[in-house]
């Protein structure tokens, strides 16, 4: 059914809607990418790619996968939260495409992203301040070698502050509903990207514009291997403005390490 005549519905029918989308972006997304890279690909490969030498194990899959579950639904929640806010005017979220034309679509989508790291970045340092940590961000850092079903690791909490940045967006900006779905899929694709666990950058990307400027899942990676540092999402561009970017390799954290344990 297409999404801008879900939105029009009843309510409970976009919580359906939404809920399906968040599961199928987690598990479909995180699981082909889980399949190809770790289970289809010769060890040969992975091993030049994977990044350290710690491993997720089982129990660690299970935490993440459960706690994602619970992000899906906080997700679900948050987007009927929208689609009730734009029936009542306070949410900008529209389905006539030509009334704002292509342009705009493209513009918006664009805004999202660069709006959407910036306050990510400053959710993350705080979510670092002693006592926040602890009770807030703690559970996301349980996942020290983090894979592609880390994705959606949080506590309720975070889950609800990671919504915040596109509830602020949609109160401001007037965004197609196709645009935002179109942003959740490459936001997911993202944030997969970022829990990989392999990098396949090549290091002379590094030198290019404006790759320089782009996270790297090793950047994130770090952030998880050493709980400081590298705070941004899509972009480095916060972090190195503000000192907080660190280069992993220059830290001692490669992507050709050897496994050193059983691995998940
Ligand atoms: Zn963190
Ligand atoms: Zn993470």
């Known amino acids: 059914m297409p999404a801008t005549l879900v939105i029009s519905g009843p309510l409970l029918s976009v919580l359906a809607f939404a809920w399906a989308g968040h599961l199928f972006r987690y598990f479909v997304m995180a699981g082909t990418t889980d399949l190809v890279f770790?289970?289809?690909?010769?060890?040969?490969?992975?091993?030049?790619?994977?990044?350290?030498?710690?491993?997720?194990?089982?129990?660690?899959?299970?935490?993440?996968?459960?706690?994602?579950?619970?992000?899906?639904?906080?997700?679900?929640?948050?987007?009927?939260?929208?689609?009730?806010?734009?029936?009542?005017?306070?949410?900008?979220?529209?389905?006539d495409f030509d009334s704002r034309g292509a342009g705009y679509f493209w513009a918006s989508l664009a805004g999202i992203f660069v709006f959407h790291d910036f306050f990510f970045y400053w959710i993350h340092r705080l979510m670092h301040v002693p006592g926040v940590y602890e009770r807030v961000h703690l559970v996301h850092h349980k996942s020290v070698s983090p894979t592609p079903w880390t994705s959606f690791s949080f506590h309720p909490l975070e889950s609800l502050l990671e919504s915040l940045p596109v509830v602020v967006y949609l109160a401001v900006v007037p965004m197609h509903a196709k645009a935002l779905l179109l942003f959740q899929f490459l936001s997911m694709a993202a944030n997969i990207y970022a829990h990989f666990g392999q990098e396949w950058t090549p290091p002379w990307l590094e030198r290019?514009?404006?790759?320089?400027?782009?996270?790297?899942?090793?950047?994130?990676?770090?952030?998880?291997?050493?709980?400081?540092?590298?705070?941004?999402?899509?972009?480095?561009?916060?972090?190195?403005?503000?000192?907080?970017?660190?280069?992993?390799?220059?830290?001692?954290?490669?992507?050709?390490?050897?496994?050193?344990?059983?691995?998940?």
């Open 38 to 95: 770790y289970r289809l690909l010769p060890e040969w490969i992975q091993k030049g790619r994977r990044i350290g030498s710690r491993r997720a194990s089982w129990a660690d899959f299970k935490r993440e996968a459960l706690y994602s579950i619970q992000t899906t639904a906080i997700f679900a929640v948050i987007a009927v939260f929208v689609v009730w806010g734009s029936r009542q005017g306070f949410m900008k979220l529209y389905t």
């Open 208 to 264: 290019v514009f404006p790759f320089r400027y782009v996270l790297r899942s090793i950047d994130h990676h770090y952030h998880h291997d050493r709980f400081t540092g590298n705070y941004g999402f899509y972009f480095r561009i916060w972090d190195r403005i503000w000192g907080t970017y660190v280069q992993p390799e220059k830290a001692g954290l490669n992507a050709k390490a050897r496994v050193s344990s059983s691995s998940f």
